[in-house]
């Protein structure tokens, strides 16, 4: 599954990733953004990993930003963001099926 | 601290512009990053030549999401991926101009990330506007113009040390860019336009000057701006990125670190 969302004025953010039995799984964030350090994005690939794919966009945000350690910069992107792309590839994903 | 005096921080070296391989080019970025930050080599400014055609990837990309690569496979075109974040590019030798600019990062001390990648392109900006070309600042990292996009920063923070590079098109050969590259529909979604080529404004569209003259003027405003000094690679910069090379920038591990 491939969502991806585009911030106005900054970056893409791409999320892919396998649903099985309606939870996220082999979970991959790339786009081209920033990210201050480089290591932040296993931390938030590891906060969509493993997620139900039926949790809402609010609570989705919050766990990614949870993930984002204090000191951490992403530019051009955000938790919001991510939430967007992989909200846009579950409903991909329900048209494809319907 | 006004921007003269970080500019004037303390005096700068010039490398001399050397043909080098895809992976060379990245690996001495990180050498280069590691020595200034570690206080082995002043601030310095490298004017990057390429040996071939290559795709270079942003840090955070996929290849999947990025590449064609059979495509790229059949053209030749190589895959490497870079330390900074940004965008995939697709560099073909005398297509492109790429500098990158190794600095202590006390020169940006009290700059936000954004404002350090419009300050460290600002000089840049100058030098193309007193060739006449229309050319500004678009945050966060893109040298734009009246005739389109002309280039973007990226930039990578190592041990001390603000690694920041940038790649300006001179002249773009569309259809092998659109043959090796996946350009999505959601990248351009908020650009107001259909297609890749309309956004571009490459430099040899908005002047006559050949490549090495826009360089050779890159390279006199920044001396103007700076206490510019010709410098060398030494041996150990060399085969300390003779080593990058072997353990990551030559490595499928790190190309498709994320595949």
């Known amino acids: ?98 | 601290m006004s921007d003269l005096s970080r500019w004037r921080w303390e005096p700068w070296v010039l490398l001399p512009i050397e043909p080098a391989t895809p992976a060379m080019n990245l690996a001495l970025d990180e050498e280069l990053t590691l020595r200034v930050g570690a206080g082995e080599r002043p601030p310095t400014l490298r004017f990057w030549s390429w040996t071939a055609s290559c795709i270079v990837l942003g840090r955070f990309q996929s290849v999947r999401n990025e590449v064609q690569e059979e495509n790229a496979r059949e053209r030749g075109v190589e895959i490497v991926r870079r330390i900074s974040g940004g965008g995939a590019m697709f560099i073909e030798p005398e297509g492109a101009i790429t500098y990158s600019l190794y600095v202590p990062a006390e020169m940006a001390v009290g700059m936000s990330f954004a404002e350090s990648y419009a300050f460290f392109d600002s000089w840049v900006i100058s030098a193309l506007r007193s060739l006449g070309i229309d050319a500004w600042y678009a945050p966060l990292n893109d040298i734009t113009s009246a005739g389109g996009k002309i280039g973007g920063a990226a930039q990578a923070r190592r041990g001390g040390a603000i690694l920041h590079h940038t790649t300006m098109a001179y002249q773009m050969n569309i259809p092998a860019m659109m043959e090796v590259l996946r350009i999505g529909q959601e990248k351009l979604s908020d650009k107001g336009i259909r297609s890749a080529d309309k956004r571009v404004g490459p430099l040899r569209q908005q002047t006559d000057l050949p490549r090495q003259e826009i360089i050779d003027h890159l390279i006199a405003e920044f001396g103007a701006l700076t206490d510019l000094r010709s410098g060398t690679l030494t041996d150990e910069e060399r085969a300390g990125a003779e080593i990058r090379i072997r353990e990551r920038f030559g490595t499928d591990a790190w190309r498709y670190i994320l595949p």
């Open chain 1, 1 to 98: 599954m491939h969502g991806a969302f585009k911030t106005p004025g900054g970056k893409l953010v791409q999320v892919d990733f396998d649903l099985e039995d309606e939870i996220l799984r082999n979970v991959e964030v790339t786009g081209d953004f920033f990210l201050y350090p480089e290591e932040a994005l296993t931390k938030i690939t590891a906060a969509v990993e493993g997620s139900p794919a039926d949790m809402s966009m609010a609570d989705r945000t919050t766990s990614i930003a949870a993930a984002i350690d204090p000191g951490v910069e992403w530019l051009g992107s955000s938790p919001e963001a991510l939430a967007t792309a992989i909200e846009r590839a579950l409903l991909a994903s329900l048209e494809t099926y319907e």
